[in-house]
């Protein structure tokens, strides 16, 4: 059964007039055109524009099946890794014999 949505994918505005176009299996452009003559015709072609684009609901994404979700597997809270410690310093021979000197 046909649906009539609002057109994700071919907008101009809000994509009524693309979503009438593929219900009806017209050319979007003759829909638009439509719409442009109502408007200055003063036929109410903005009013009727305002009103489809609050009722007609946007085309769904995946299809009318709607989308699956996998649920993701909780994952363990990072541990924590402590920072190496600087290496001690190692005394060299100068260090040493100014030790040797100081006592």
């Known amino acids: 059964?046909?649906?009539?949505?609002?057109?994700?994918?071919?907008?101009?505005?809000?994509?009524?007039?693309?979503?009438?176009?593929?219900?009806?299996?017209?050319?979007?452009?003759?829909?638009?055109?439509?719409?442009?003559?109502?408007?200055?015709?003063?036929?109410?072609?903005?009013?009727?524009?305002v009103i489809l684009w609050i009722i007609m609901p946007v085309e769904p994404a995946a299809g009318p099946e709607g989308v699956e979700v996998e649920a993701k597997p909780k994952t363990e809270a990072p541990k924590q890794v402590e920072s190496p410690k600087p290496a001690a310093a190692k005394k060299t021979s100068t260090a040493k014999s100014a030790e040797e000197k100081e006592k």
């Open 1 to 49: 059964m046909k649906r009539l949505y609002r057109s994700k994918s071919d907008v101009m505005i809000a994509g009524v007039c693309s979503g009438l176009a593929k219900y009806l299996d017209v050319d979007p452009t003759a829909i638009r055109l439509a719409f442009i003559l109502l408007l200055f015709l003063a036929l109410g072609g903005f009013w009727i524009y």
